[in-house]
């Protein structure tokens, strides 16, 4: 009989349900095989764990999307840790990570701590670190890599862009409700509030824009896409209340 999961294992399942999307979560995905190596379970195993988290997932059920319909107690508790502090999580679970790799956190991320921080400073900026690693990571592969406006999949031209701000809500920093795959151009749009997207997924073009209206570069790269529907992840999709606030709070109307 198969040893139960422990919550450290579930905790490193978790991290990897974040950063594939929902359709890849099946046996014969290398980075499936990867975590199964990682913690000592099957591919099976650990892709029947992701399902389990899947069946938790609200967003999941409203399309029609369930996964599977045996999850164990130390299952949702894990779901409801991570979604009530995604923060400590993210980091743990990428700190559970290193430590199975026998390798230093600091290393698997390539972080150059400077001389002068020690002690708590220097965790702070490790842990910093690695949660925007981990935020960049979720939201780019929930995508799949692509901007949700435009399609565009070149990696090194894609922004994991915060709805909510980093620097207004704490809590959900780390949050993949919280974030969109953006080209650079528009995240830049985006943070200034010259684009968003409303509660109904569609993109939103401010008025600022009339004032270059026979720019056809405007017209390409903003215009066009007033009124249309973003691409959205198949799980953790935009949370409407963050995409309300940036509407409010953030939009040049």
């Known amino acids: ?72 107690k130390l299952d949702k508790e894990i779901w409801d840790e991570f979604n009530a502090d995604w923060n400590s999580l993210a980091y743990e679970s990428e700190l559970l990570i290193s430590k199975r790799n026998n390798r230093q956190i600091e290393e698997d991320f390539q972080i150059e701590i400077p001389e002068i921080p020690i002690g708590k400073e220097k965790e702070r900026l490790v842990r910093t670190r690695v949660n925007q690693s981990f935020f960049r990571a979720s939201i780019l592969s929930l995508y799949n890599q692509k901007c949700c406006i435009t399609g565009l999949s070149i990696p090194d031209l894609l922004i994991a862009s915060h709805i909510v701000p980093w620097s207004k809500d704490e809590n959900n920093r780390l949050n993949p409700r919280n974030g969109l795959c953006l080209n650079a151009m528009h995240d830049r749009a985006f943070d200034k509030g010259f684009i968003t997207v409303t509660p109904e997924y569609k993109v939103k073009i401010s008025n600022y824009f009339a004032d270059y209206g026979n720019e056809e570069i405007v017209s390409e790269i903003f215009s066009k896409y007033d009124n249309q529907k973003i691409i959205l992840p198949d799980k953790f999709s935009p949370n409407k209340e963050f995409l309300s606030y940036h509407n409010e709070k953030i939009f040049r109307k």
Do not use: H
């Open 1 to 72: 009989m198969a040893n139960n999961w422990t919550r450290e294992e579930l905790i490193i399942a978790f991290n990897l349900y974040c950063k594939i999307p929902f359709s890849k979560t099946v046996k014969t995905n290398p980075q499936v095989i990867a975590v199964a190596n990682l913690i000592g379970r099957t591919p099976s195993s650990v892709a029947f764990k992701l399902g389990n988290f899947g069946s938790f997932d609200p967003e999941l059920k409203k399309r029609g999307i369930v996964g599977l319909t045996n999850a164990g």
